[in-house]
C-alpha cells in the first residue's frame, strides 16, 4: 500500500512513538498524578515530559499553558464553548473544518452571531472583508492555519495582529500544520492554538492539544478529579488541571511526546522542505495531466502538503476505488468534513479525491500515484469519447 491519506492522519509513525507507547502499558501503566510510589510518579513524569516537549516545538514560554485534548476537535470545542457566550460575535473564515463550523452552529443556535470572511476559489482569504465584519461585540475570529481540502495556508501572523488591534481574541486551528510547519506560539500572536497529536504531530490517533495564552481566560468544558486540591469540589483555577480532568490518555501522550521529540530532532524546518518538496512534485505532475482538475494554489505556492483533484468523467469515490483496488494508494475522497472549502472551490457537489503526503512518503511512491492517476485520467477520458 502506498499511503497518501495523512492529512487524515499520519501513517506510519516514527518507532519511538510506537516504542513510547508500548513502554507506558507495560512499564508505567499506573495512573498519572494519582499516587506517590514509582509506577504512578513514572507515569507522571511522562506527561510531564510530553508537556514540556511540545512547549518547546510551539515556543510556550510556560509549558502549564498546554493543555492535552482527545484530538483538534476536542481543542476546538473547549475554545470556542469556553470563550462565547450568548450575545457575542464570532467570526469565522470561509474554509473551515466541521470541527469548526459544527461548534459554532451549536453555538448560534444558543445566541452566539456567526459571520464567515470571504475566501477565493483557491481558499486565500479577503483580510479586507474580515476586517470589516468586525463589530463592537466581536469576540474571536476563528480561522484554521491551513485548508485541508485545498492545502492554502492562512495568514495567521496577519489575522492575529489584525485582531489584537481590534481587540477580539483569535483562536488558530493548526490541526494541518503543527508538526510540518513552524509554529511560534510567542511570536504568533494569536490567543489559542490548538492542533491534533496524530497528523504532522505523528503522534497516536486520540491525542491533541491546545494552548491557551495565559492573557486569556477560558472556561473550562468538564469538571472532575484532577489528582490535585481534591478536598475542594470546585474545581481547580491552576493550568493545566483546569482543563484535564479524569484520567488522561497516558499511552498516547507517551507517543505524542516520543513524537514531538521526534520532530524536535529532524527540525521542523527540514520536514517541511521534505514535505513541500514532495508536494510540489505530485502538484506539478497532476497539473500536467490530461482532464484532472486540481484544486487550491497554483504549483510554487507556498501550501501545506494537501492535494484535492478531480478526474474528468468520473466521480470521486470512483477515482479513490480504482487507486485503490488497481493501484494500492490509499487517498480519500468525499467533502473531507469541510463542506464550506468545497463550496469555496467549486466541489460541493462533487466532491474531490485528496492526496495527503507526508514526512514518509518517498519520490517512488509519488510517481507510482501519479502514473496511477494519468492512467485513470486516460481511461476515464476514453469513456467519455
Ligand atoms: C483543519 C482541520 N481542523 C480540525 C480537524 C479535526 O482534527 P481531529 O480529527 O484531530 O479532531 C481536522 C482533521 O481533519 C482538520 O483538517
Known amino acids: 500500500m502506498i499511503y497518501l491519506d495523512n492529512a487524515a492522519t499520519s501513517y506510519p509513525k516514527p518507532p519511538q512513538v510506537i516504542e513510547a507507547v508500548v513502554r507506558c502499558l507495560s512499564e508505567q501503566g499506573a495512573n498519572p498524578g494519582r499516587g506517590a510510589y514509582p509506577m504512578a510518579l513514572a507515569a507522571s513524569r511522562v506527561i510531564f515530559e510530553a508537556r514540556e516537549a511540545i512547549a518547546e516545538l510551539i515556543g510556550a514560554s510556560d509549558a502549564a499553558d498546554v493543555v492535552f485534548t482527545l484530538n483538534a476537535t476536542d481543542g476546538l470545542n473547549l475554545a470556542l464553548k469556553g ?166 490518555n497516558t499511552p498516547g501522550i507517551a507517543g505524542l511526546g516520543a513524537a514531538a521529540r521526534f520532530i524536535l530532532e529532524q527540525g521542523v524546518a527540514a520536514i517541511s522542505e521534505r514535505e513541500a518538496t514532495l508536494a510540489q512534485r505530485l502538484l506539478a505532475g497532476l497539473v500536467s495531466v490530461p482532464g484532472v482538475t486540481v484544486y487550491g494554489p497554483p504549483p510554487g505556492s507556498p501550501r501545506v502538503p494537501v492535494i484535492s483533484i478531480n478526474v474528468a468523467g468520473m466521480d470521486a469515490h470512483e477515482l479513490a476505488f480504482l487507486l485503490d483496488k488497481e493501484h494500492g494508494i490509499a487517498a480519500r475522497s468525499g467533502l473531507h468534513c469541510a463542506p464550506s472549502a468545497h463550496a469555496v472551490a467549486g466541489t460541493l457537489e462533487t466532491g474531490a479525491l485528496r492526496f495527503g503526503v507526508g514526512f514518509f512518503n518517498t519520490e517512488d511512491e509519488i510517481d507510482c500515484a501519479l502514473s496511477a492517476v494519468a492512467a485513470i485520467a486516460e481511461d476515464a477520458g476514453r469513456r467519455i469519447g
Not at 85 to 109: F, K, Q
Request: glycine letters at 12%; a negative charge; proline letters at 5%.
Open 83 to 248: 470563550l462565547l457566550s450568548p450575545g457575542d460575535h464570532a467570526i469565522a473564515s470561509a474554509v473551515e473544518h466541521n470541527a469548526v463550523l459544527r461548534p459554532l452552529s451549536a453555538l448560534a443556535g444558543r445566541g452566539v452571531a456567526v459571520e464567515t470572511a470571504r475566501c477565493a476559489h483557491d481558499g486565500t482569504i479577503d483580510l479586507d472583508h474580515l476586517e470589516a465584519l468586525i463589530r463592537p461585540n466581536t469576540r474571536l475570529i476563528v480561522t484554521l492555519h491551513a485548508s485541508n481540502v485545498l492545502g492554502t495556508l492562512l495568514p495567521a501572523a496577519e489575522i492575529a495582529a489584525l485582531a489584537k488591534r481590534h481587540g477580539v481574541l483569535y483562536v488558530l486551528d493548526a490541526a494541518q500544520t503543527a508538526g510540518s510547519i513552524s509554529l511560534d506560539v510567542g511570536e504568533l500572536g494569536a490567543d489559542v492554538v490548538v492542533f491534533s497529536g496524530h497528523k504532522g504531530m505523528l503522534g497516536p490517533m486520540g491525542t491533541g492539544a491546545a494552548w491557551i495564552s495565559p492573557r486569556v481566560e477560558v472556561r473550562e468544558l468538564r469538571q472532575g478529579g484532577t489528582g490535585g486540591e481534591s478536598e475542594r469540589t470546585e474545581q481547580p483555577s491552576t493550568r493545566p488541571d483546569r482543563y484535564e480532568s479524569g484520567t488522561l
